[in-house]
């Protein structure tokens, strides 16, 4: 198991591809993918690098800005957005900051979903996550 990894400067690419396959695949519009942002500030990248392919599908992923990581996990709801934090927390034995938006109920297109995404990491973690508007442009 692995996620793949894309570049912050695909990021908003990544999420119309992810928008295009659930308007495709899913009829009922239900939480078709998941974006899972989490803060591994204090975190070596050695460790993130070592650890993360062992907690993800083939099918997530990875996007990171800096100490931000950006997890789009298709198929996946709140729910089981909340099982892989906790497998992150077990896995690297510490709590990690974290928020998640759904679409299509957060969000229509990527900048509905990031302008919501941004909306929650600042208000649960006072975190300002300005670099989302930078992706939009890129």
Known sequence: ???????FDNFAALIDLNIGIANRLDE????SFTILFCDFAGMTQEIINTN???????????VHHENYYFFVMPYTDRYGTGIVKRMFEEMFARPIP?????YPANGENKGELFESLHAE???MHRIDLDCLYGALEG
């Open 121 to 123: 990491v600042k208000k």
């Open 52 to 62: 993360l392919p062992n907690l993800l599908r083939t099918s997530d992923s990875i």
């Open 28 to 31: 009922n519009r239900s939480e």
């Open 1 to 7: 198991m692995a996620g793949v990894t894309f570049s």
């Open 98 to 102: 974290s928020s998640a938006v759904c």
